[in-house]
């Protein structure tokens, strides 16, 4: 008679061999970085998209955040300069610190500039798209000050100035497109088209004084100074004027 636990000691190995489920498959080289990958390639325009509710302008979104980096850089760029020709050419008394003063007042307003741009967006205010647009006119004519009426202007401030006027531009188009559409009363229409026309009024003579800065006389410039400065003061009025009726509907 035939020993039969050899067989079924085989027969268990078996079993047991068959019964361990077989190892996982490596994943694929580059598997677990795909989400990455993905979340890398997603455009600006994508992710800013994800920001703006229905009804908003996606445009308007795109162009106020991309144009404040450029604007940002415009100011540093500017302010380098201001304080490198400080220390190397001579100014008429106090006026180099009064253009670094102007230049502060230029950062704090672009700051309220990108607030009340994304704000009106966000929110479909016809409000906050009158401050944005007012603060539109005060920076264009800080950008033209700095571009063409300075007491020194650099060729690159000339060139840079001219781009940023650009952007400043294609915000208040789409500015008052996005106001026009979230407008609802006649208090909405009526301070939208006020600061609709001081920002056409300052982009219009700032693009005038790039234009013909070098043919103007002494008499022009200081006319050209004294209006650009109230206009400037006029839209800091009109943006705190639709801040406030913003804050009181808040």
Known sequence: MQDASPQLAGQAEGDSAAAVP???A???EGAAEAPDALNRTSSFAEATAQEVPPGGLLHLQV?????????QAYGFLTLVLQIGKAAKFDYPPGWSWTELSVLVLYFAVLQLH??????????????STGCFLALTAVLVLVTG???ALQVYVLQVEFATGIVSLSILGCQLVLGIFAGQRYSKRLLDVVLLCSCAALAVIALVSASIL?????????GQMQFSLAAGLT???FGLLVALVAG????REV
């Open 114 to 127: 990108r607030v009340a741009g994304c704000f009106a967006n966000r929110a479909q205010s016809a409000l």
């Open 145 to 147: 000050y700095f571009g």
């Open 244 to 247: 406030c009726c913003l804050v």
């Open 63 to 71: 162009f106020v955040q991309l144009g404040d980096y450029w604007l």
């Open 22 to 24: 077989p190892a996982p």
């Open 231 to 233: 206009l400037a003061l």
């Open 26 to 28: 490596p994943p694929a």
């Open 210 to 218: 790039e234009a013909t800065a070098q043919t103007l006389g002494a």
